[in-house]
């Protein structure tokens, strides 16, 4: 069964960093497809930026040069790290898996608040 569990998020100030993380179980990261997702209150859920079985990766305009999307296969885990941040980051951050070997997938984490202060 295909467990996905984030951590990492808090409240951090402008121009801050954190990094999020998510622990997969159940599936091998380095096969999948992985994204991180954000939403906002009161706004649609938003595709932030995503990593594919080959290592490459694609990130929303809005984060480009800020964020980066990373695994580590070792520990079957994905990150986020997240530098010069901004109010409008705000949001619960969730990971997806959205691809396996087998074809597409929808498996979601529970989320994590990040929050920014000004």
């Known amino acids: 069964q295909v467990q996905l569990v984030e951590s990492g998020g808090g409240l951090v100030q402008v121009g801050g960093s954190l990094r999020l993380s998510c622990a997969a179980s159940g599936l091998i990261l380095q096969f999948s497809v992985m994204n991180w997702y954000r939403q906002a209150p009161g706004e649609q859920r938003e595709l932030v930026a995503l990593?594919?079985?080959?290592?490459?990766?694609t990130y929303a305009d809005s984060v480009k040069g800020r964020f980066t999307i990373s695994r580590d296969n070792a520990k079957n885990t994905l990150y986020l790290q997240m530098n010069s941040l901004k109010p409008e980051d705000t949001a619960v951050y969730y990971c997806?898996?959205?691809?396996?070997?087998?074809?597409?997938?929808?498996?979601w984490g529970q989320g994590t608040q990040v929050t920014v202060s000004s």
């Open positions: 997806k898996l959205g691809r396996t070997t087998s074809g597409p997938a929808n498996y």
């Open positions: 990593i594919d079985s080959d290592g490459r990766t």
